[in-house]
């Protein structure tokens, strides 16, 4: 296709400098449905580059005290707030979600965690112990390990690479990161800001591109030693067999298919906004999305008719609208897949009650092309409904009954996945029983996405390897070594 003069082209961002690509990939705008960037498709030479300005980079950024990293990472967090507005209105764009939650979610939280890491990186001890009896003191220390490749999602583009650059850089490793292709304008903007914030160059580069070739490559480069992926388990099937001949270390936060469980005496006044968020937030592509709904037979109906009720009321539209609460979908591949879930769901008898080919969509003139879809809640689907089953990620919930404490923990439990689960209900004890018999990473109870980046984060079964977060990062992030001196 021709392209005009007008659109942003992006470049790969290695040892300090902006380099060209020789090929590019176009990246869509989906509110619109045009191609509004330019893109890097690159490759091993590009990742080779870029590897080789983080190793050059190690030495001296490894060498540097917590604290000095600790300035750094803050200095880069009160650069990209003061330009919260502009990353908010390009992640908006470049994304497909609203203004509102890119405003008030992404942006904030990627400042964040620069900021977390900054502080928490200050506090960490080592361990000591001491054996009189055989004349001995042990102790451990803790050291960066190299090269960290980083591979992170477009569904909260700059939010989910900061969340590992952050703890990365400030542990003393380098990094080799690559954002996903459909969304790296915001990780481009970050890279304008790090030799203002005093990141040394080679310390943070970022090469663009695709998963088969951009990502293949850094996974399978023998000076990278530790790759921390988020995103599809079928990618991260991959990863784990081409990491292995190298024996990395790897850290995997994979999909879901959470479940919410509600119980008759739950408090519906708060768990039907906290649910349909929990179901619809950021168009239903958050990893932590509930897409299962179990409701006790008690409140069922009531629960179904109130839900339904709320769930038409979201405007999907134009992104940069702060009335709209429903963006565009990723891409026009993603909305088709989404799409076919839920007529799989009505072939197999389910009833769709509101959203898509029930309530019509009314977008606005220059949207009419974009990658939409209405809240979509169905009702009457088996368990074994591949509806039940996959993660679909996208404004798609499932609502079914249950009877029995015991047999709604049996099928929130019958999926391959296991990352988070919300339990309401007014019965404490209730609530720690359930809590504690959910295969689940993360259970949040009579709320959702509340989170302290202190404790662990991630998912059981297919839903990952490892958790992230203050200590766990720290550890993943660093080669630990146990010291013996005999005195």
Partial sequence: MAHSKDLLVLENFIGGKFVPCSSYIDSYNPSTGDVYCRVPDSGKEEVEAAVKAAQDAFPVWSSKSPLERSQILNKL?????????????????????????????????????????????????????????????????????????????????????????????????TVVAKPSEMTSVTAWMMCKLLEKAGVPHGVVNVVFGTGAKAGEALVCHPDVPLISFTGSTLTAQRIMEKSAPHCKRLSLELGGKNPAIIFDDADLSQCIPTTLKSSFANQGEICLCTSRIFVQRGTYSEFLKRFVAEAKKWKAGNPSDPTVNVGALISKEHLEKVRSYVKRAQAEGARVLCGEGVDSLDLPAGNQKGYFMLPTVIAEVQDESCCMQEEIFGPVTCVVAFDTEEEVIKRANSVKYGLAATVWSSNVGRIHRVARRLQSGLVWTNCWLIRDLNLPFGGMKASGIGREGAKDSYEFFTEVKTITIKH
Avoid at 108 to 131: D, G, K, Q, W
Wanted: hydrophobic residues 45%; negative net charge.
């Fill in 77 to 173: 967090a009160d650069l990209i707030e003061h330009d919260l507005e502009v990353f908010a209105k390009a992640e908006s764009k470049d994304q497909g979600k609203t203004i509102t939650f890119a405003r008030t979610v992404d942006i904030p939280r990627a400042v964040y965690n620069f900021r977390f890491f900054a502080s928490s990186i200050l506090h960490h001890v080592t361990e000591c112990t001491e054996m009189a009896t055989m004349g001995c003191v042990h102790y451990t220390s803790r050291a960066p390990v190299g090269v960290a490749g980083l591979i992170s999602p477009w569904n909260l583009p700059l939010y989910l690479l900061t969340w590992k650059i952050a703890p990365a850089i400030a542990c003393g490793n």
